[in-house]
C-alpha cells in the first residue's frame, strides 16, 4: 500500500481540522488514527433507524432557501461514521441515543419523533442541546459524550463536506487562488468552503 495514500479515517480527521474542529468526539477512535479492532457491538443500523437520523439531521439543518440535512442522506452518513469509526462505547452510547430520543418525545409530546410535528422536534432537540452541554461540561475524561453531542457534530460534518453543503449552503472554490486580504465581502454573503484568503498547504 502507498504510504502517502489517506485511509477513510485519517481523511475524515483532517477534514475535520480545516472545518474548525467541528468534530471533537472519538478522539481515542479514530482521530488518533488508531486500528479499531474486536468491534462487539450488538447490532446494526436499521432501516428505521435511518429514517430516524435523516429526520433529526433535518430538524438540526432543515431546509430554508437551501436543502436541508436529509437531502444528502445524513442518516446513511451517520451509520457510516459510527459503524466505521467509532469504538464499541461511543458506538453503543449512539445507538442507545436513537431509543432515547424516542422516549424523550413520548414524555415530552406524547408520540414518537418521526410523528411530532416540525416544531415539536426543534424544541426537543433544544433541550437536549442544552443537557448535553451540561454533560460534557462535566464528564469524566475518556467517558463517552453525549449522544445528542455526537449526532449533532456528524449531521455537520456531514452536511457540509457534501456536495450540497459546500455548494448550496456555501460558496465553493474549487481552485483557491492566490492570498487576498481585501477579499470583497457583503453583509449576509455565505461563508467559502475553501476560504479565497487561506492557502491549502
Not at 446494526?44 to 430516524?52: K, M, R, S
Not at 435523516?54 to 459510527?82: C, H, L, Q, R
Not at 460558496?171 to 492570498?179: L, M, S, W
Request: aromatic content about 8%; proline content about 4%.
Amino acid at each position: 500500500m502507498n504510504p502517502n495514500l489517506l485511509n477513510r479515517r485519517e481523511a475524515i480527521a483532517r477534514l475535520a481540522v480545516l472545518m474548525g474542529g467541528a468534530i471533537v468526539i472519538g478522539r481515542e477512535s479514530y482521530l488518533s488514527g488508531a486500528p479499531l479492532t474486536g468491534k462487539t457491538v450488538s447490532r446494526e443500523f436499521t432501516a428505521a433507524d435511518l429514517a430516524l437520523l435523516d429526520e433529526i439531521g433535518d430538524t438540526i439543518i432543515p431546509t430554508t432557501n437551501t436543502p436541508g440535512a436529509k437531502s444528502v442522506k445524513i442518516g446513511a452518513f451517520m451509520a457510516m461514521m459510527v459503524k466505521d469509526c467509532y469504538d464499541d462505547a461511543n458506538h453503543a452510547v449512539f445507538l442507545e441515543g436513537l431509543t432515547a430520543i424516542n422516549d424523550a418525545s413520548r414524555a415530552r409530546c406524547g408520540k414518537d419523533f418521526l410523528s411530532a410535528s416540525a416544531t415539536e422536534r426543534t424544541v426537543l432537540l433544544n433541550e437536549l442541546d442544552v443537557v448535553q452541554k451540561q454533560q460534557q461540561a462535566a464528564k469524566a475524561k475518556g467517558a463517552p459524550p453525549h449522544y445528542f453531542r455526537m449526532m449533532k457534530q456528524l449531521t455537520l460534518l456531514g452536511y457540509f463536506s457534501s456536495e450540497v453543503g459546500a455548494t448550496q449552503a456555501m460558496r465553493f472554490a474549487e481552485v483557491p487562488g492566490r492570498f487576498d486580504g481585501n477579499a470583497p465581502y457583503q453583509k449576509g454573503d455565505r461563508a467559502w468552503f475553501v476560504p479565497t484568503n487561506r492557502a491549502i498547504l
